[in-house]
């Protein structure tokens, strides 16, 4: 049975975590805090239907996955989508913007730009330092999937990062 201070030390422990995941895959950090908060309620309260026979950690990646999956499904997600897209914003990085940001920034938007099967393989891996066969049991997806995933995520990856001109590697 979880308790308050219990509730307390896994939102201490895992908040951060669950963010960065959430926000992966919503590209906006409002909606990831308040999917976090939700995945925090749920535990809360599915407390009597979750039986700790795996990981905790993996059930909240599991149950955060899936309400990021539900957002992206949702009417509310479509609407500022579809808002996005009739009045765009005009806010174009340009090259000397590019070459000041930091290059963790730049992979991170890099990332967000994948297709949602690569950034989900991409970030468990390399960001929840998870094993393929972690992600492969997580996603329910075979183990040659994920690996193919990680490869095509890495390709595109670097497709995307091909122009940019790396300030470690011109002052090294």
């Known amino acids: 049975m979880v308790t308050i201070h219990d509730l307390k030390e896994i939102m201490n422990d895992y908040t951060e975590p669950l ?25 809360y309260h599915a407390q009597n239907t979750y039986v700790e026979c795996g990981e905790l950690k993996a059930f909240l990646y599991k149950m955060t996955a899936n309400k990021c999956k ?53 970030i468990y891996y390399y960001f929840n330092d998870m094993t393929i066969r972690d992600i492969a049991s997580l996603l329910s997806t075979p183990e040659s999937t994920i690996k193919t995933r990680l490869r095509r995520g890495k390709e595109l990856l670097k497709s995307k990062l091909k122009n940019i001109e790396w300030e470690v590697l011109l002052n090294g």
């Open 70 to 122: 539900d957002y992206l499904k949702s009417w509310s997600y479509r609407k500022v989508q579809l808002q996005n897209n009739i009045f765009p914003s005009n806010s174009k990085l340009d090259v000397d913007e590019l070459i000041r940001k930091d290059e963790q920034t730049i992979i991170g938007e890099a990332i967000l730009k994948l297709p949602l099967k690569h950034r989900e393989a991409l």
């Open 19 to 43: 963010i960065r995941l959430a926000y992966y895959y919503v590209k906006d950090p409002q909606a990831a805090e308040d999917i976090v908060q939700e995945v925090f309620i749920k535990l």
